[in-house]
């Protein structure tokens, strides 16, 4: 499956954006997607992620309560909703996806999109 990141953009701290992760190639069914970001001299952290069986829902700590995964299979897309936004939030997030359930490493990853909060 082929992943495409974007919904990315510049936000003053307190706003929110939506990214969007769409599939081609092939649909999103049986995988989990997550997403994550790096910020400049960071490692790679999680985010959040969705199974397609059940539609359980896995978010990291420091977004909790702010920021919102969902999918869309008519769509064929998966959903980061990211609201008041925190300039500690800046950072390239990236869209992944894996046919295990829980999945310690994702086989599939796209492009990346950038988020910049300003404070």
């Known amino acids: 499956v082929q992943l495409q990141a974007y919904g990315g953009g510049l936000v003053q701290a307190g706003g929110s954006l939506r990214l969007s992760c769409a599939a081609s190639g092939r649909s999103f069914f049986g995988y989990t997607v997550g997403w994550f970001r790096q910020a400049p001299g960071k490692e790679r952290e999680f985010v959040a992620a969705?199974?397609?069986?059940?539609?359980?829902?896995y978010t990291a700590d420091s977004v909790k309560g702010r920021f919102t995964i969902s999918r869309d299979n008519a769509e064929n897309t998966v959903y980061l909703q990211m609201n008041s936004l925190k300039p500690e939030d800046t950072a390239v997030y990236y869209c992944a996806a894996d046919l295990t359930s829980t999945p310690k490493t994702y086989d599939y990853w796209g492009q990346g999109t950038q988020v910049t909060v300003s404070s």
């Open positions: 969705i199974r397609w069986y059940g539609g359980g829902t």
